[in-house]
Each structure stands twice: as C-alpha cells, then as structure tokens.
C-alpha cells in the first residue's frame, strides 16, 4: 500500500520558518500531483500549495509569497518551504499524493499529519 510520512512540524516564533517534509513510499506506477494542505481546530481542511507533474504549482490565496512547494522525484519526497510564519498559520498540516497504481486504479492518499505551531 501507498505511505506518506510527514516530517518538520513544531513550535515557532511569528516571523520565523520551516520546512516541512513528505517521503512517499509504496508501489506507485505514476503520480499525478502532490500537495499539502492544512486544517486548524474548528476550520476545513483547506489546500495550501499542490504541484503537478510537469512542474504547475498553485497556492492558497493565504500562503502566496511565503510558501514554496518543491520536489525531490529521486527520493520521492515534496517539500513545504514555509517562511514569514505567522500564528494564523498554526495548524496540522497533511501530505497528499494523487496516484496510479497501476496502470488502470487511481487513488488519492493521505499523510498522518504534523503540526505546525507559530507563537506571537
């Protein structure tokens, strides 16, 4: 089966960054986009930056100018560059990865999250 592990999350000052990792492991025939997005207490899960295989990004209109989606296709694994951290930011942040599994399935799979917390 399909594993994403998150890594990265913790407690920060407003004002200060981190970089949040994604290791996807599994049998995979291709991947169609990968992204992270985020949900705090009493709010949706809402998307924060996703990419797309030929290189495509998008961002929430909350994070642009501050995040930055990358990945590393050799180690199977997509970052989250978060700097100029701000509280409203706090939040757990999950992994996602759209797939094939093979030739003729596709799915789309979660990380366990990690959490994110930006003091003032």
């Known amino acids: 089966q399909v594993e994403l592990v998150e890594s990265g999350g913790g407690l920060v000052q407003a004002g200060g960054s981190l970089t949040l990792s994604c290791v996807v492991s599994?049998?995979?025939?291709?991947?169609?986009?990968m992204g992270w997005y985020r949900q705090a207490p009493g709010n949706q899960r809402e998307l924060v930056a996703g990419t797309i295989s030929s290189g495509g990004t998008r961002y929430g209109d909350s994070v642009k100018g501050r995040f930055t989606i990358s990945r590393d296709n050799a180690k199977n694994t997509v970052y989250l560059q978060m700097n100029s951290l701000k509280p409203e930011d706090t939040a757990v942040y999950y992994c996602n990865v759209d797939a094939f599994v093979t030739r003729w399935e596709r799915n789309s799979y979660w990380g366990q999250g990690t959490q994110v917390t930006v003091s003032s």
């Open positions: 599994g049998s995979i025939f291709s991947i169609n986009a």
